[in-house]
């Protein structure tokens, strides 16, 4: 209904609010299925946001403008998110990483490794609507440049645990599905609300996605 998005629109506006801005008794049941879900949490009068990701898809979902949902959330959030995500699938996790190819500084928002697969994030918390769209093309062709310099890199693998990774997977994870045809320069686009089911599936189609071959040749 339109008072549950205008309530949780607010909430992820101010982050913080108490049991008495609340205009509609009626929402009590949202508040609770919210916190249930650790989206939030009551302390006292007081109602904490605890993970502006998750609340923001919530009012997306509602009908909130993804516009404008992406002004009341931080980058940083953005990036956290995808990295609790990583973790509760058993990956290795190092956000950022930051290495040198030929004496140039490259970085990587996030890198996870399991298995015999490293997954490269990109996180891009854009605020885009369809014109833009070409960003990501650009995104694409620079994430996978960095990728292509990692998979060379065996003391920066080493220090992640990860040497006996074979193939590494370009992704970029943005904030809303922009209706690309994935992959973009062989570079996975995945809305942030799909990343879930993506990790779900991946290792029964490791042999479907474009992936890059570890070297073992370069050294930092």
């Not at 609340?55 to 002004?71: F, N, P, Y």
């Not at 959030?77 to 290795?92: N, P, S």
């Amino acid at each position: 209904s339109s008072t549950t998005l205008k309530l949780i629109a607010k909430m992820l506006e101010l982050k913080s609010m108490t049991i008495g801005d609340i205009e509609d008794l009626n929402s009590n049941q949202l508040i609770y299925d919210l916190e249930a879900k650790g989206i939030i949490k009551l302390e006292g009068d007081k109602i904490k946001v605890l993970n502006t990701i998750e609340l923001a898809i919530e009012a997306i979902k509602l009908g909130l403008d993804i516009e404008l949902a992406s002004k009341w959330l931080h980058w940083r959030d953005f990036e956290r998110f995808c990295v609790e995500a990583l973790l509760a699938h058993g990956y290795k996790v190092k956000a950022p990483l930051r290495f040198k190819y030929d004496g140039k500084r490259h970085e990587v928002d996030i890198v996870a490794f399991k298995g015999k697969h490293i997954l490269c994030l990109d996180c891009k918390h854009w605020k885009m609507k369809g014109y833009q769209r070409y960003k990501i093309r650009e995104a694409a062709i620079k994430h996978f440049s960095k990728c292509m310099k990692l998979a060379e890199m065996n003391s920066i693998l080493a220090e992640l645990n990860a040497s006996t990774a074979s193939i590494i997977i370009p992704v970029i994870v943005t904030l809303m599905d922009l209706g690309l045809k994935s992959p973009v320069n062989e570079v996975l686009v995945i809305p942030i609300f799909k990343l879930n089911s993506f990790l779900l599936d991946i290792e029964a189609h490791l042999d479907e996605v474009p992936s890059i071959e570890v070297l073992r040749v370069k050294q930092t």
